[in-house]
Protein backbone atom coordinates (compact mmCIF):
# COMPACT_ATOMS: atom_id res chain seq x y z
CA UNK A 1 0.00 0.00 0.00
CA UNK A 2 1.58 3.48 -1.29
CA UNK A 3 0.65 6.56 -0.10
CA UNK A 4 -1.14 7.60 -2.61
CA UNK A 5 -3.95 4.44 -1.81
CA UNK A 6 -6.85 5.37 0.10
CA UNK A 7 -6.52 3.93 3.60
CA UNK A 8 -8.91 1.08 4.50
CA UNK A 9 -10.85 2.10 8.05
CA UNK A 10 -9.66 -0.53 10.76
CA UNK A 11 -11.53 -1.35 13.66
CA UNK A 12 -9.19 -3.19 16.62
CA UNK A 13 -11.41 -5.14 18.98
CA UNK A 14 -10.19 -6.39 22.65
CA UNK A 15 -12.21 -8.56 24.87
CA UNK A 16 -10.68 -8.34 28.20
CA UNK A 17 -11.97 -10.20 31.62
CA UNK A 18 -10.07 -8.95 34.54
CA UNK A 19 -6.97 -7.97 33.16
CA UNK A 20 -6.46 -4.90 33.98
CA UNK A 21 -2.45 -5.07 33.46
CA UNK A 22 -3.35 -6.49 29.57
CA UNK A 23 -5.32 -3.40 28.91
CA UNK A 24 -2.38 -1.63 29.79
CA UNK A 25 -0.56 -3.44 27.61
CA UNK A 26 -3.33 -3.16 24.96
CA UNK A 27 -3.58 0.85 25.10
CA UNK A 28 0.42 1.42 25.08
CA UNK A 29 0.66 -1.28 22.22
CA UNK A 30 -1.51 0.19 20.05
CA UNK A 31 -1.38 4.28 20.25
CA UNK A 32 1.78 3.96 18.28
CA UNK A 33 0.88 2.75 15.08
CA UNK A 34 2.24 3.77 11.25
CA UNK A 35 -1.03 3.38 10.70
CA UNK A 36 -2.85 6.61 10.53
CA UNK A 37 -4.84 7.11 13.70
CA UNK A 38 -7.64 9.00 12.15
CA UNK A 39 -8.05 5.39 10.48
CA UNK A 40 -8.35 3.37 12.98
CA UNK A 41 -9.93 2.78 16.60
CA UNK A 42 -9.82 0.73 19.29
CA UNK A 43 -12.77 -0.99 20.69
CA UNK A 44 -12.21 -2.43 24.25
CA UNK A 45 -14.70 -5.20 25.50
CA UNK A 46 -14.91 -5.65 29.52
CA UNK A 47 -16.53 -9.25 29.73
CA UNK A 48 -17.89 -7.99 32.90
CA UNK A 49 -14.36 -7.97 35.42
CA UNK A 50 -15.24 -8.49 38.50
CA UNK A 51 -11.55 -6.42 39.63
CA UNK A 52 -10.62 -3.15 38.62
CA UNK A 53 -9.79 -3.86 34.55
CA UNK A 54 -12.99 -1.76 33.67
CA UNK A 55 -11.72 1.34 35.38
CA UNK A 56 -8.48 0.70 34.71
CA UNK A 57 -9.75 0.47 30.45
CA UNK A 58 -11.55 3.70 31.44
CA UNK A 59 -9.01 5.57 32.28
CA UNK A 60 -6.66 4.21 29.86
CA UNK A 61 -9.35 5.07 27.12
CA UNK A 62 -9.63 8.61 28.42
CA UNK A 63 -6.22 9.67 27.50
CA UNK A 64 -7.00 9.24 24.03
CA UNK A 65 -11.12 9.22 23.59
CA UNK A 66 -10.78 9.58 19.73
CA UNK A 67 -8.61 6.56 19.72
CA UNK A 68 -9.82 4.23 22.48
CA UNK A 69 -13.09 3.63 23.69
CA UNK A 70 -14.53 1.06 25.89
CA UNK A 71 -17.41 -1.15 25.75
CA UNK A 72 -19.50 -3.51 28.13
CA UNK A 73 -20.65 -7.54 27.77
CA UNK A 74 -22.25 -8.33 30.42
CA UNK A 75 -24.87 -11.14 29.05
CA UNK A 76 -22.85 -13.80 28.18
CA UNK A 77 -19.29 -14.86 29.87
CA UNK A 78 -17.48 -15.99 26.32
CA UNK A 79 -14.25 -14.23 24.50
CA UNK A 80 -16.29 -14.61 22.18
CA UNK A 81 -20.02 -12.36 23.18
CA UNK A 82 -17.44 -9.67 23.73
CA UNK A 83 -16.01 -9.67 20.10
CA UNK A 84 -19.46 -9.79 19.09
CA UNK A 85 -20.12 -6.82 21.08
CA UNK A 86 -16.99 -5.04 19.41
CA UNK A 87 -18.14 -5.75 15.54
CA UNK A 88 -21.28 -4.47 16.41
CA UNK A 89 -20.03 -0.98 18.30
CA UNK A 90 -17.63 -0.45 15.36
CA UNK A 91 -17.63 0.80 12.10
CA UNK A 92 -13.98 0.23 10.27
CA UNK A 93 -13.78 -1.45 6.77
CA UNK A 94 -11.29 -4.26 8.30
CA UNK A 95 -12.32 -5.78 11.67
CA UNK A 96 -8.95 -6.51 14.06
CA UNK A 97 -8.66 -9.07 16.97
CA UNK A 98 -6.15 -8.70 19.58
CA UNK A 99 -6.02 -10.37 22.96
CA UNK A 100 -5.09 -7.95 25.83
CA UNK A 101 -1.97 -9.76 26.49
CA UNK A 102 -0.54 -9.52 23.46
CA UNK A 103 1.59 -7.13 22.16
CA UNK A 104 2.06 -6.28 18.02
CA UNK A 105 4.51 -4.62 16.35
CA UNK A 106 4.39 -0.70 15.97
CA UNK A 107 3.62 -1.81 12.16
CA UNK A 108 1.06 -4.21 12.57
CA UNK A 109 -1.76 -2.80 11.70
CA UNK A 110 0.23 -0.91 8.56
CA UNK A 111 1.42 -4.58 7.46
CA UNK A 112 -1.74 -6.91 7.90
CA UNK A 113 -4.00 -3.99 6.18
CA UNK A 114 -1.07 -3.60 3.35
CA UNK A 115 -1.07 -7.38 2.64
CA UNK A 116 -4.69 -7.74 2.69
CA UNK A 117 -4.97 -5.42 -0.37
CA UNK A 118 -2.29 -6.52 -1.98
CA UNK A 119 -3.01 -9.92 -1.96
CA UNK A 120 -6.70 -9.64 -1.88
CA UNK A 121 -7.17 -11.72 1.32
CA UNK A 122 -10.25 -11.19 3.44
CA UNK A 123 -9.29 -13.56 6.15
CA UNK A 124 -5.20 -13.01 7.71
CA UNK A 125 -4.10 -14.66 10.04
CA UNK A 126 -1.00 -12.71 11.57
CA UNK A 127 2.41 -13.89 13.03
CA UNK A 128 2.23 -14.77 16.77
CA UNK A 129 5.89 -15.06 18.42
CA UNK A 130 5.36 -16.87 22.14
CA UNK A 131 7.92 -15.31 23.99
CA UNK A 132 8.79 -16.81 27.95
CA UNK A 133 9.92 -14.68 30.16
CA UNK A 134 10.39 -17.24 32.55
CA UNK A 135 12.89 -20.48 32.27
CA UNK A 136 10.54 -22.99 33.37
CA UNK A 137 9.48 -26.63 31.41
CA UNK A 138 6.46 -25.05 31.08
CA UNK A 139 7.07 -22.16 29.32
CA UNK A 140 9.20 -23.71 27.12
CA UNK A 141 6.80 -25.80 26.06
CA UNK A 142 4.32 -23.34 25.33
CA UNK A 143 6.88 -21.28 23.43
CA UNK A 144 7.39 -24.34 21.21
CA UNK A 145 4.05 -25.33 20.10
CA UNK A 146 2.26 -22.47 20.44
CA UNK A 147 1.20 -20.73 17.38
CA UNK A 148 2.31 -22.04 13.93
CA UNK A 149 -0.70 -19.83 12.15
CA UNK A 150 0.60 -20.75 8.52
CA UNK A 151 -0.03 -24.48 9.14
CA UNK A 152 -3.18 -23.18 10.94
CA UNK A 153 -4.58 -21.71 8.03
CA UNK A 154 -3.30 -24.04 5.45
CA UNK A 155 -4.43 -27.15 6.77
CA UNK A 156 -7.09 -26.27 9.39
CA UNK A 157 -9.09 -23.54 7.61
CA UNK A 158 -8.53 -20.98 10.68
CA UNK A 159 -6.30 -18.69 12.43
CA UNK A 160 -6.62 -18.03 16.28
CA UNK A 161 -7.78 -15.01 17.51
CA UNK A 162 -5.47 -13.51 19.77
CA UNK A 163 -4.19 -11.64 16.21
CA UNK A 164 -6.74 -11.67 13.33
CA UNK A 165 -8.11 -9.61 10.68
CA UNK A 166 -11.18 -10.48 8.89
CA UNK A 167 -12.77 -7.92 6.02
CA UNK A 168 -16.35 -6.72 7.94
CA UNK A 169 -18.13 -8.07 4.31
CA UNK A 170 -16.70 -11.45 5.44
CA UNK A 171 -18.63 -11.04 8.91
CA UNK A 172 -22.00 -9.96 7.49
CA UNK A 173 -22.04 -12.95 4.74
CA UNK A 174 -21.20 -15.55 7.18
CA UNK A 175 -22.31 -14.35 10.58
CA UNK A 176 -20.51 -13.71 14.08
CA UNK A 177 -18.55 -15.68 16.56
CA UNK A 178 -20.08 -18.77 18.30
CA UNK A 179 -20.66 -17.32 21.84
CA UNK A 180 -21.72 -20.37 23.07
CA UNK A 181 -18.14 -22.10 23.02
CA UNK A 182 -15.52 -21.05 25.25
CA UNK A 183 -12.57 -22.34 23.08
CA UNK A 184 -12.11 -23.15 19.16
CA UNK A 185 -15.05 -20.13 18.42
CA UNK A 186 -11.72 -19.13 16.39
CA UNK A 187 -11.76 -22.62 14.39
CA UNK A 188 -15.92 -22.81 14.14
CA UNK A 189 -15.13 -19.21 12.49
CA UNK A 190 -12.93 -20.15 10.35
CA UNK A 191 -14.63 -22.97 9.00
CA UNK A 192 -17.35 -21.16 8.08
CA UNK A 193 -15.49 -17.74 6.47
CA UNK A 194 -13.36 -20.99 4.19
CA UNK A 195 -16.61 -22.93 3.15
CA UNK A 196 -18.49 -19.40 2.01
CA UNK A 197 -15.30 -19.02 -0.29
CA UNK A 198 -13.36 -16.04 1.28
CA UNK A 199 -9.71 -15.64 0.46
CA UNK A 200 -7.71 -16.66 3.70
CA UNK A 201 -4.17 -15.71 3.92
CA UNK A 202 -1.24 -15.79 6.39
CA UNK A 203 0.60 -12.67 7.15
CA UNK A 204 4.27 -13.12 8.14
CA UNK A 205 5.80 -9.66 8.36
CA UNK A 206 2.84 -8.70 10.66
CA UNK A 207 3.74 -9.65 14.04
CA UNK A 208 2.71 -9.78 17.52
CA UNK A 209 3.87 -11.69 20.97
CA UNK A 210 2.16 -13.70 23.00
CA UNK A 211 3.47 -14.25 26.93
CA UNK A 212 3.98 -17.92 27.29
CA UNK A 213 2.35 -19.83 29.83
CA UNK A 214 5.26 -19.95 31.87
CA UNK A 215 3.32 -22.72 34.86
CA UNK A 216 2.27 -25.67 35.03
CA UNK A 217 -1.17 -24.72 36.50
CA UNK A 218 -1.91 -22.18 33.60
CA UNK A 219 -0.75 -24.62 30.96
CA UNK A 220 -2.67 -27.56 32.08
CA UNK A 221 -6.06 -24.95 32.39
CA UNK A 222 -5.58 -23.87 28.65
CA UNK A 223 -5.47 -27.83 27.44
CA UNK A 224 -8.60 -28.41 29.79
CA UNK A 225 -10.58 -25.75 28.34
CA UNK A 226 -9.30 -26.66 24.53
CA UNK A 227 -10.84 -30.11 25.32
CA UNK A 228 -13.99 -28.64 26.25
CA UNK A 229 -14.09 -26.84 23.75
CA UNK A 230 -13.84 -30.49 21.55
CA UNK A 231 -17.10 -31.39 23.26
CA UNK A 232 -19.02 -28.18 22.64
CA UNK A 233 -17.80 -28.19 18.83
CA UNK A 234 -19.44 -31.21 17.81
CA UNK A 235 -22.79 -30.76 19.94
CA UNK A 236 -23.02 -27.28 18.49
CA UNK A 237 -22.10 -28.34 15.09
CA UNK A 238 -22.03 -32.02 14.27
CA UNK A 239 -22.40 -31.89 10.89
CA UNK A 240 -18.54 -30.23 10.64
CA UNK A 241 -16.88 -31.45 13.76
CA UNK A 242 -16.87 -34.62 14.98
CA UNK A 243 -16.23 -36.63 18.45
CA UNK A 244 -15.74 -40.18 19.77
CA UNK A 245 -14.69 -42.16 22.19
CA UNK A 246 -12.06 -43.66 20.15
CA UNK A 247 -10.34 -40.20 19.77
CA UNK A 248 -10.64 -39.72 23.42
CA UNK A 249 -8.44 -43.01 23.97
CA UNK A 250 -5.87 -41.53 21.22
CA UNK A 251 -5.39 -38.32 23.05
CA UNK A 252 -4.48 -40.40 26.05
CA UNK A 253 -1.62 -41.85 24.32
CA UNK A 254 1.79 -40.42 24.31
CA UNK A 255 3.65 -39.00 21.54
CA UNK A 256 6.07 -41.26 19.90
CA UNK A 257 9.51 -40.85 21.16
CA UNK A 258 10.96 -40.68 17.70
CA UNK A 259 8.16 -38.36 16.37
CA UNK A 260 8.10 -35.88 19.36
CA UNK A 261 11.19 -33.62 18.52
CA UNK A 262 9.41 -32.16 15.49
CA UNK A 263 7.85 -30.09 18.11
CA UNK A 264 10.64 -27.93 19.02
CA UNK A 265 13.71 -26.56 17.52
CA UNK A 266 16.74 -27.50 15.34
CA UNK A 267 18.38 -27.37 18.42
CA UNK A 268 16.56 -30.63 20.11
CA UNK A 269 19.65 -32.85 20.10
CA UNK A 270 21.53 -30.40 22.06
CA UNK A 271 18.82 -30.67 24.98
CA UNK A 272 20.21 -32.79 27.77
CA UNK A 273 18.50 -35.73 28.64
CA UNK A 274 16.70 -34.35 31.79
CA UNK A 275 15.12 -31.77 29.46
CA UNK A 276 13.89 -34.42 26.76
CA UNK A 277 12.35 -36.22 29.38
CA UNK A 278 10.55 -33.40 31.22
CA UNK A 279 9.16 -31.88 28.21
CA UNK A 280 7.96 -35.54 26.87
CA UNK A 281 6.21 -36.08 30.20
CA UNK A 282 4.84 -32.43 30.08
CA UNK A 283 3.04 -33.38 26.48
CA UNK A 284 1.44 -36.05 27.94
CA UNK A 285 -0.11 -34.29 30.92
CA UNK A 286 -1.48 -31.43 28.51
CA UNK A 287 -2.72 -34.77 26.56
CA UNK A 288 -4.55 -35.62 29.85
CA UNK A 289 -5.82 -32.42 30.45
CA UNK A 290 -7.66 -32.08 26.87
CA UNK A 291 -9.07 -35.23 27.22
CA UNK A 292 -9.91 -34.50 30.79
CA UNK A 293 -11.96 -31.30 29.82
CA UNK A 294 -14.05 -33.26 26.82
CA UNK A 295 -15.17 -35.51 29.11
CA UNK A 296 -16.20 -33.06 31.65
CA UNK A 297 -18.10 -31.09 28.89
CA UNK A 298 -19.74 -34.30 27.74
CA UNK A 299 -21.25 -34.77 30.99
CA UNK A 300 -22.30 -31.51 32.10
Not at 98 to 123: F, K, N
Not at 153 to 160: K, R, T, V
Not at 244 to 258: M, T
Amino acid sequence: MNSTTPRTSVSIIIPVYNDPAGVRIAVDALVDQTYPSSQYEVVIVDNDSTDATLEVARTAAATNSELFRVERETDVQSSYAARNTGIEASEGEVVGFLDADVVPDGDWIESTVSAMVDRDIAYAGCRVDVECSKSTYSGRYNAATGFPIERYISELDFAPTCALFVDRDVIRDVGPFDEGLVSSGDLEFGRRVAAAGWKQGYVHEARAVHPARSSLRSLLRKYFRLGRGDTQLSRRHPERFESSALSCVIGLLPAHPLCFPNYFDAQWDQYPAIDWVALYVLSSLVGVARVLGRVVEHVD
